[in-house]
């Protein structure tokens, strides 16, 4: 049985809830302009959606923020 995504899980990797969502629509973004070649970070399913491959990225540490402080 495959495990989910949590938002914990995800908020353990970008801690700021706005920070997160923002870098992960950057991201979706730039997967979708690619057209066809996503510029994979990580290993998928083909059954995976755009936001799932996203947080998976995230998950492994692939995409992340800068804090500009």
Not at 17 to 34: D, F, G, H, Q, S
Not at 41 to 65: N, P, Q
């Amino acid at each position: 049985m495959k495990k989910d995504i949590t938002y914990d899980e995800l908020l353990a990797k970008i801690p700021n809830k706005y920070i997160l969502t923002i870098r992960a629509r950057e991201r979706a973004k730039e997967r979708m302009e690619r057209g066809g070649e996503p510029l994979p970070l990580t290993k998928y399913d083909k059954k995976d959606t755009e936001m799932k491959k996203v947080f998976k990225e995230i998950l492994a540490g692939k995409v992340s923020y800068e804090d500009e402080e």
